[in-house]
């Protein structure tokens, strides 16, 4: 039996109501196998020439999860898109996703894979 039209339509704007929905709750949008990779080696090698390779400080605060606690992923990843205004924290929007951020920030929170 074929489905009618109209409930089609709806069943589409439905779903795609859902990914909009999905899209805005930071975390929520999937960051690929490769994708995760890259950006494991970008915080090792980038934020790690100030936040120290093993993230133990450097010029830039330790980011070990216990030196995050005050901090819930949706500061982290905003302060790591805008960056700290007077402070050599530089904004990486230019170079990575909402997405990305949000990833980085929930493992930065769980301890940063190695
Ligand atoms: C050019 C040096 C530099 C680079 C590169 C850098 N940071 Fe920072 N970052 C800093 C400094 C300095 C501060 C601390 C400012 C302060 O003392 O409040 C900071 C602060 C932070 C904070 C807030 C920590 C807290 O406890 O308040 C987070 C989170 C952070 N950086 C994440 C990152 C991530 C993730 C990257 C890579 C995507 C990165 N930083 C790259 C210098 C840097």
Do not use: Y
């Not at 949008?29 to 936040?51: F, I, K, M, N, Y």
């Not at 030196?67 to 949706?74: F, G, N, S, T, Y």
């Amino acid at each position: 039996m074929r489905m009618p039209v109209s409930l089609r339509n709806r069943i589409a704007s439905l779903s795609l109501a859902l990914l909009a929905l999905l899209a805005a709750i930071p975390g929520a949008a999937a960051v690929d196998p490769a994708r995760e990779a890259e950006l494991t080696d970008l915080v090792r090698q980038d934020c790690g020439s100030c936040h120290g390779m093993t993230l133990k400080g450097g010029l830039g605060k330790p980011l070990q999860p216990q030196d995050l606690e005050a901090l819930d992923v949706e500061s982290i990843a905003s302060i790591i898109l805008e960056g700290i205004p007077g402070q050599p924290m530089p904004p990486w929007k230019g170079l990575i996703s909402d997405a990305d951020a949000a990833w980085i920030a929930r493992k930065l929170k769980e301890g940063f894979p190695q």
